[in-house]
């Protein structure tokens, strides 16, 4: 079966960074557009960043030019370089694929910025 598993969160201080990892099990993600998205205390689940398989990279506007997103594919893993962190970015962090009408998503990592 799929499994995304979602590490690297933890507590930050603003202007910081940290990178994320999403390993994944049961498929080869090398065909497959993957995601990053996040979700705040009592706020919706929102797209952070996506890859298509081809390398193409889109962001939300929130956070162009400080997120970067990227895959190894013989390593079945996506990335998320998170840099400049702000306290609003605050939340848990999910990778996700889409597999035709299905979607699969990981058990998500803490990602906290305090001073």
């Keep these: ?3 995304l598993v979602e590490s690297g969160g ?23 557009a993957m995601s990053w998205h ?5 706020k919706q689940r929102e797209l952070v960043a996506t890859i298509t398989s081809g390398g193409s990279t889109n ?3 929130s956070v ?3 997120f970067t997103i990227s895959r190894d594919n013989p390593k079945n893993t996506v990335y998320l370089q998170m840099n400049s962190l702000k306290p609003e970015d ?3 962090y999910y990778c996700s694929v889409q597999i ?4 699969f998503w990981g058990q998500g990592t803490q990602v906290t910025v305090s001073s």
Aim: net charge positive; proline share 5%; with cysteine.
């Design 64 to 66: 162009k030019g400080r």
């Design 38 to 42: 996040r979700q705040a205390p009592g």
């Design 10 to 32: 933890g507590l930050v201080q603003p202007g910081g960074s940290l990178r994320l990892s999403c390993v994944v099990s049961g498929i080869s993600i090398n065909i497959y």
């Design 1 to 3: 079966q799929v499994q």
């Design 90 to 92: 605050t939340a848990v």
């Design 59 to 61: 962001y939300a506007d």
């Design 100 to 103: 035709v009408l299905l979607s």
